[in-house]
C-alpha cells in the first residue's frame, strides 16, 4: 500500500503565494510520476501540474508562468510552488502519485487527501 500526505494550503489574498509539498511512502518499487489535481465546487477534478520521474514538467494552461512544480526522486516528495494566486485558483488541491508496487511492480494511482485553497479577492 502507499500513502501520500500532503502539506501547505490554507488562505491567502489575491497576488500572494502558497507552497503545497506531498510525501510518499510505502511499499514503492518506482515512482513514475507525480502531480497535482484541484476541484473547485460544482466543478471537475482537473490536473494543475504533472512530473514523470526524469521527464519534463506539464502544466495547464491556467497556471503556466505562475506554478512551478518539483519531484524530488530520493525522497519520494512532490511540491507546488504557487504564485500570483488568484481568486480562480481556489479549490482543493489534491496530490497524485503513479507508482510500481514493491513486489509486484504493477502501476496504479493513488491520492492525496485533499488540501483546501482559497485565494481572496
Known amino acids: 500500500q502507499v500513502q501520500l500526505v500532503e502539506s501547505g494550503g490554507g488562505l491567502v489574498q489575491a497576488g500572494g503565494s502558497l507552497r503545497l509539498s506531498c510525501a510518499a511512502s510505502?511499499?514503492?518499487?518506482?515512482?513514475?510520476?507525480m502531480g497535482w489535481y484541484r476541484q473547485a465546487p460544482g466543478k471537475q477534478r482537473e490536473l494543475v501540474a504533472a512530473v514523470p520521474s526524469g521527464g519534463s514538467t506539464n502544466y495547464a494552461d491556467s497556471v503556466k508562468g505562475r506554478f512551478t512544480i518539483s519531484m524530488d526522486n530520493a525522497e519520494n516528495t512532490v511540491t507546488l510552488q504557487m504564485n500570483s494566486l488568484k481568486p480562480e485558483d481556489t479549490a482543493v488541491y489534491y496530490c497524485?502519485?503513479?507508482?510500481?508496487?514493491?513486489?509486484?511492480?504493477?502501476?496504479?494511482?493513488?491520492w492525496g487527501q485533499g488540501t483546501q485553497v482559497t485565494v481572496s479577492s
Open positions: 497524485h502519485a503513479d507508482v510500481s508496487s514493491w513486489y509486484t511492480h504493477i502501476r496504479a494511482d493513488y
Open positions: 510505502g511499499l514503492i518499487f518506482k515512482i513514475n510520476a
